[in-house]
């Protein structure tokens, strides 16, 4: 079955850091660009950052961009999100997500997610 | 960016009901368009993608429809596994990838 596993959430307290992990398996990993999105609590859904299968390419959503960093090791079919300079305001539960071929930003199967806490 | 909007946020509704939702986006974004189901503590699932897909899997009471700045997702008879959170997503072109904020399908 494909299937993400997403951990590494904590509690951590400003100005902190932290890194996330995704363990793929059921698919060919190195074929498909990654993600990660978050669901801030009252707020929805937010995208964060996205990875090409290659790890070539990159891209982050302002809000996060030069705090957080995403990489894979396509050789441990793994995705990661390294946080730094934590905020209250990434307080989350942070998913990761496969993107289809062909479609840059749609996400069709989903980790279970991760909850970040990040207080005083 | 582009930005989402959906309405209702909030809908009342019963088992049998004919459910519709809408999206709107601020600029076109042809058919870049998607809708995920949540359900409380799950992560979402894909239901629609290019406006009017399915994903495999989705029961076809469930269709999307529109294009440009318009969007619909249609319930044509809501079950009770259908009580859930539902949000419009544009896919495709420049990120951010933006999520609406979702409508809320309730009793």
């Known amino acids: 079955d494909v299937q993400l596993v997403d951990s590494g959430g904590d509690r951590v307290q400003p100005g902190g850091s932290l890194r996330l992990s995704c363990a793929a398996s059921?698919?060919?990993?190195?074929?498909?660009?990654m993600s990660w999105v978050r669901e801030v609590p009252g707020r929805g859904l937010q995208w964060l950052a996205s990875?090409?299968?290659?790890?070539?390419?990159?891209k982050y959503a302002d809000s996060v961009r030069g705090r957080f960093i995403i990489s894979r090791d396509n050789a441990k079919e793994s995705l990661h999100l390294h946080m730094d300079r934590l905020r209250e305001d990434d307080t989350a539960v942070y998913y990761c997500?496969?993107?289809?071929?062909?479609?840059?930003?749609?996400?069709?199967?989903w980790g279970q997610g991760t909850l970040v806490s990040v207080s005083p | 960016d582009i930005q989402l909007t959906q309405s209702p946020s909030f809908l009342s509704a019963s088992v049998g009901d004919r459910v519709t939702i809408a999206c709107r986006a601020s600029?076109?974004?042809?058919?870049?368009l998607a809708w995920y189901q949540q359900k409380p503590g799950k992560a979402p699932k894909l239901l629609i993608y290019?406006?009017?897909n399915l994903d495999g899997g989705v029961p076809l009471r469930f269709s999307g429809s529109g294009s440009g700045t318009k969007f619909t997702l249609t319930i044509s008879s809501l079950q009770p596994e259908d009580f859930a959170t539902y949000y419009c997503?544009?896919?495709?072109?420049?990120?951010?990838?933006?999520f609406g904020p979702g409508t809320k399908v309730d009793v």
């Open positions: 997500a496969r993107v289809p071929m062909y479609w840059e930003g749609l996400f069709d199967v």
């Open positions: 059921g698919f060919l990993f190195s074929a498909y660009s």
């Open positions: 990875i090409t299968g290659d790890g070539d390419t990159k």
């Open positions: 600029q076109d974004i042809t058919t870049y």
């Open positions: 290019g406006a009017s």
């Open positions: 997503q544009h896919i495709h072109g420049f990120p951010p990838f933006t």
